[in-house]
T-cell receptor, first 114, second 115 residues
């Protein structure tokens, strides 16, 4: 079974631009979560989607948004990029959304904002 | 809100020695607790999880953790370290328990294994 696939692996953008990151979950998984990882703030939850509906949202500004498609693939979008958005963005999938689920993580998208 | 605290951002052990990585949690209700490992340039991998079934939880790669309510702790141990265990380890709590897959992670502990 293929694992969680995130594209692209690396991305370089400039301030003010917008970016879209993609995540393909493991086949059959209906929940997709997104996390931001930085050296200063560590791992922070962005949002979770389950069956195309946002289940949870973290404490990030409205510039960060996401969506999930009917095939469970998910995208996250960051508009008006700031230098502080430079981070590793991790996507994780799981079968369900019970809170005690095993999350399967992708290798992440490394975003650099110049 | 639930939270976890990992004591020691860096831990160094000799190969074959006991590994002990500390995690304390703060939760107003029985928590769901997790340990994840991250190898360089990779995503996170679940080592083990506590979901109130048994207080001693066994995971992959010889790791285990014991849930101690009286101490609000969920420390990760492995009897004998191997070079391949060198990685960053994260303790996490489901926030809130049963409220979806929102995890609150600790700041991580970098484990170094020396010959």
């Amino acid at each position: 079974k293929a694992g969680v696939t995130q594209t692209p692996r690396y991305l370089i953008k400039t301030r003010g631009q917008q970016v879209t990151l993609s995540c393909s979950p493991i086949s059959g998984h209906r929940s997709v979560s997104w996390y931001q990882q930085t050296p200063g703030q560590g791992l922070q939850f962005l949002f979770e989607y389950f069956s195309e509906t946002q289940r949870n949202k973290g404490n990030f500004p409205g510039r960060f948004s996401g969506r999930q498609f009917s095939n469970s693939r998910s995208e996250m979008n960051v508009s008006t990029l700031e230098l502080g958005d430079s981070a590793l963005y991790l996507c994780a999938s799981s079968l369900n959304t019970g809170g005690n689920e095993k999350l399967f993580f992708g290798s992440g998208t490394q975003l650099s904002v110049l | 809100a639930q939270s976890v605290t990992q004591l020691g951002s860096h831990v160094s052990v000799s190969e074959g020695a006991l590994v002990l990585l500390r995690c304390n949690y703060s939760s107003s209700v029985p928590p769901y607790l997790f340990w994840y490992v991250q190898y360089p340039n990779q995503g996170l991998q679940l080592l083990l999880k506590y979901t109130s079934a048994a207080t001693l939880v066994k995971g992959i790669n010889g790791f285990e953790a014991e849930f101690k309510k009286s101490e609000t702790s969920f420390h990760l141990t492995k009897p004998s370290a191997h070079m391949s265990d060198a990685a960053e380890y994260f303790c996490a709590v489901s926030d809130p328990p049963g409220g979806g897959n929102k995890l609150t992670f600790g700041t991580g502990t970098q484990l170094k294994v020396e010959l």
